[in-house]
Structure formats: C-alpha cells, structure tokens
C-alpha cells in the first residue's frame, strides 16, 4: 500500500532569482542537511545562482539496521545483487521526488535545468527518479550508490532522458555499498547507452576533496 508523503525540504539560493535547480537527496538515516556544506566548496555557486534543495526521506523501520526507525527512501534487506528490493517503497519515494520537479517546472525553471543529484540511498533514488522522469532533466548525480529495480528500466526509461548526462562516482574501499554493485550499475547503463562519466576515489563510503572538484567540474559544463 502506498504511503506516499510530501517531503519536507531545506532550500538554499546561491543568488537572485535562479536559474537552475539541483535536488540532492541524502543517504540512509542522514537528512537533508548532510550535504548543504558543501554548496560551498563548488566554484559554481559562485558563478550561478543556483537553488540548492535537500529534502528530507521519511521515517521508516530498516531491515538491515535491525528494523530501527531513520531516515531512509526506502527499506534495504541486504545489500548485494541478489537481494530482493522495496519496490514499493523505492516508488513512492520516486513519486515524492517527481513532485518536487513539478513544484520546480511550476516555479519558472526550465526542467533542462533541474539536475537530480544524491549519495548512497539518495543516489539512487537519484537514478530511479531521474531516468523515468517524463520531462527532459539537465542531468543525474549519483555518488557512492547502485541503480535499483535495474529489472524494470528497459521498459520504464523515458526516451526523453535517453542522452542524460550521468556522474556516477564510488569509493574503492566502499564496505557499505560494494564496488562491484555500482560497477555492474554503471555497465547495466551503458549497456543501454546512456552518457556516463564514472569516476573511482581512494576511499570509503564517503566523499571526498577531489570527489567534489570533479563534480563541480562537471556542474559547470551542465549547467549553462
């Protein structure tokens, strides 16, 4: 049964009447202040104005945390290939996320100019909402993270996102999320043609210094 809610959000200009959106969901029992720091450290921030939103994920029990109550888009029941999903969970909060692009398309901005970002569970939420998307979307970035239900993307990816610019980035000493289950993400995306840019740090589940120079990088040649 769905349980569908609004998310309540932290939002944050980086100057006059912005042009362009960034939603960043963050990881599992974190909230959506974990990454506002880090407006920050990117040079864009400087040159765009640029509305920053970060959303916080409902509060739900996690199976893998022994069923405890956090933050999370969704349950988790294991983490490797074979676990089974919460799809319904993953869809609802695909579904909260779809909305704060319609709020963002109902304030003035261009949806080419929304960019859905995210780390670990948020990053994947990131590339759940973002390649399903029904309007064009300036791009996706997913740090530290895995595409779920990859099952159902063949016959739900929308056309319009086919050429979406994809960041996809992950820690080589990652003990939370493998790797290797981002690495069979990012093939799984290729193999359906999508634009990736793939990066590997030295280290853990985390980001790190030159994680986020590549992203803002990478920022300022999406966003024009």
């Given at each position: 049964?769905?349980?569908?809610?609004?998310?309540?959000?932290?939002?944050?200009?980086?100057?006059?009447?912005?042009?362009?959106?960034?939603i960043w969901m963050h990881?599992?029992?974190a909230d959506?202040?974990?990454?506002?720091?880090?407006?920050?450290?990117?040079?864009?921030?400087?040159?765009k104005p640029i509305r920053f939103i970060f959303p916080h994920a409902c509060e739900r029990p996690v199976t893998i945390n022994g069923g405890y109550v956090m933050r999370a888009w969704y349950d988790i029941y294991g983490i490797s290939s074979g676990s089974p999903e919460d799809e319904t969970?993953?869809?609802?909060?695909?579904?909260?996320?779809?909305?704060?692009i319609e709020n963002e398309l109902q304030r003035g901005i261009i949806s080419t100019h929304i960019i859905l970002a995210g780390f670990s569970q948020g990053g994947a939420m990131a590339l759940q909402a973002g390649l399903r998307q029904g309007n064009k979307l300036g791009g996706i970035m997913a740090l530290s993270c895995y595409l779920p239900l990859p099952e159902s993307l063949d016959h739900e990816?929308?056309?319009?996102?086919?050429?979406?610019p994809i960041f996809m980035a992950h820690g080589v000493y990652d003990a939370v999320v493998p790797i290797a289950l981002a690495a069979a993400s990012k093939e799984k995306l290729m193999q359906a043609h999508y634009t990736m840019e793939w990066h590997e740090y030295a280290m853990e589940h985390s980001v790190c210094a030159e994680?986020?120079?590549?992203?803002?990088l990478w920022l300022q040649r999406i966003l024009k």
């Amino acid at each position: 049964m769905s349980k569908y809610r609004p998310l309540s959000v932290i939002e944050i200009e980086t100057g006059p009447e912005p042009a362009h959106t960034i939603i960043w969901m963050h990881g599992l029992g974190a909230d959506g202040n974990d990454f506002v720091p880090i407006i920050n450290e990117f040079e864009i921030s400087l040159k765009k104005p640029i509305r920053f939103i970060f959303p916080h994920a409902c509060e739900r029990p996690v199976t893998i945390n022994g069923g405890y109550v956090m933050r999370a888009w969704y349950d988790i029941y294991g983490i490797s290939s074979g676990s089974p999903e919460d799809e319904t969970g993953i869809r609802d909060s695909q579904k909260a996320i779809d909305a704060l692009i319609e709020n963002e398309l109902q304030r003035g901005i261009i949806s080419t100019h929304i960019i859905l970002a995210g780390f670990s569970q948020g990053g994947a939420m990131a590339l759940q909402a973002g390649l399903r998307q029904g309007n064009k979307l300036g791009g996706i970035m997913a740090l530290s993270c895995y595409l779920p239900l990859p099952e159902s993307l063949d016959h739900e990816a929308q056309p319009v996102n086919a050429a979406i610019p994809i960041f996809m980035a992950h820690g080589v000493y990652d003990a939370v999320v493998p790797i290797a289950l981002a690495a069979a993400s990012k093939e799984k995306l290729m193999q359906a043609h999508y634009t990736m840019e793939w990066h590997e740090y030295a280290m853990e589940h985390s980001v790190c210094a030159e994680e986020i120079n590549d992203i803002d990088l990478w920022l300022q040649r999406i966003l024009k």
